[in-house]
């Protein structure tokens, strides 16, 4: 066999959507994107959704339209993709990097707490491999702590507290408590790129929940403004009879999604409970085949909660980093491509420059040191999940 480790998921649908928008002459942003936008609010139960470029984007101009700069310090945790807390310096804010908790790829709870300062003003936590942060301790640890809040702006003074900006760029469907990613963290920031559940090849959104004090037009319309140039107007409303005339409000970034791209994103969402559906199939299968073996496996359900399955992240007990890079070539040799997720953010030179110490961070280097993720993705077949635990048993019993 010959397995790739995560690629799309195209039908017709898609093939059809893009086709639709190529003939419509709406090629950039417009009505596909409002109503991509429209629908990703709807699925998942939140205030209002912008769609952008990238869950990266995304996670940058949330920053910004809070007004997250210099001086402000921002928590992220130190076992993630770089674009976590890359943003962090581009706003010119101070990341402060919080450890795993032991064996739990999840921040350490009592770490994050210990970190909150007076220049606190978000948290970043990751919903990595789809599987929801503890966003209750979360808050309860941020009202802990809201005497220390200091605002430096209305927006900031509205939330009068900590402001959690997940990023979900792997959680789109995942649920907690009954709620799903979107209506729990302050912000959201989804990623819709090539390997993701639901893709539009490149892109991403911000999804947000209602708050008091919080006007969301006008949130929107700030999104809006920050993604394309500065400008007060989009290319749909210039359309209008009359409405050529704009202004640029502040010398901003291009980062709008089009709509060949939501094209691709509003076929994908009418799919999607089908295509999430087989993914939890898989996980069980995997969880199922690899019981009572090296292979420790993710939790991607509990009573109250449900993955979005986006990544299956094992981590093979007793092994060290040397076998577990042997095994992958061996994966590779027998047909089936796997990856590591991920080196921490201290193991990497763009961290390490900036002072950080993997030293400083022991459990997610232990959590990293033994990693290996395996193929999910919905047209996964059952043979192929199969032949993916064989063979990785059997290249198991040589360690």
Request: charged letters at 25%; a negative charge; hydrophobic letters at 35%.
């Amino acid at each position: 066999m010959n397995i790739p480790f995560s690629p799309p998921d195209i039908s017709e649908e898609e093939i059809e959507e893009v086709i639709s928008a190529l003939k419509s002459g709406w090629i950039t942003t417009g009505p596909k994107t409002k109503e991509f936008e429209k629908r990703i609010t709807e699925y998942c139960g939140s205030d209002r959704t912008v769609c952008l470029s990238a869950a990266t984007t995304a996670l940058e101009m949330t920053l910004r339209v809070l007004g997250i700069g210099e001086g402000d310090e921002v928590i992220v945790p130190a076992y993630t993709y770089t674009a976590s807390c890359s943003v962090i310096y581009h706003v010119g804010a101070t990341p402060v990097m919080v450890d795993s908790q032991i064996d739990r790829q999840e921040m350490d709870y009592s770490k994050l707490d210990d970190a909150i300062t007076e220049k606190t003003k978000a948290i970043i936590p990751v919903d990595l491999a789809g599987i929801l942060c503890d966003y209750d301790k979360i808050y309860d640890i941020i009202e802990s702590k809201k005497d220390l809040f200091k605002p430096n702006n209305d927006l900031q003074e509205a939330f009068n507290r900590i402001i959690v900006v997940a990023d979900s760029a792997h959680g789109f469907g995942a649920v907690r408590n009954d709620r799903k990613s979107g209506s729990i963290a302050d912000f959201t920031c989804f990623s819709f790129h090539a390997v993701k559940n639901l893709t539009t090849a490149e892109g991403g959104a911000v999804t947000w929940r209602d708050h008091d004090g919080i006007d969301s037009e006008k949130l929107y319309k700030e999104y809006q403004i920050y993604s394309l140039h500065g400008q007060t107007k989009d290319a749909l409303e210039k359309t209008q009879k009359g409405s050529w005339e704009y202004d640029i409000l502040i010398p901003a970034y291009k980062c709008n999604m089009t709509d060949i791209q939501a094209g691709i994103g509003l076929a994908q969402l009418s799919r999607y409970d089908s295509m999430l559906k087989r993914r939890h199939e898989i996980v069980r299968r995997y969880d199922e085949g690899f019981k009572d073996s090296k292979v420790i496996t993710p939790v991607h359900f509990t009573e109250n909660s449900a993955s979005s399955a986006h990544l299956y992240l094992t981590r093979l007990n007793g092994l060290s980093l040397e076998e577990r890079n042997e095994i992958i070539v061996k994966m590779e040799e027998a047909g089936i491509s796997t990856n590591v997720h991920y080196k921490p953010l201290p193991l990497l030179t763009a961290y390490k420059n900036l002072g950080f110490d993997i030293e400083d961070y022991p459990n997610a280097y232990h959590l990293f040191e033994n990693e290996l993720s395996l193929p999910i993705y919905s047209t996964l077949t059952d043979e192929e999940v199969d032949y993916i635990i064989e063979n990785l048993l059997d290249i198991l019993k040589e360690y």
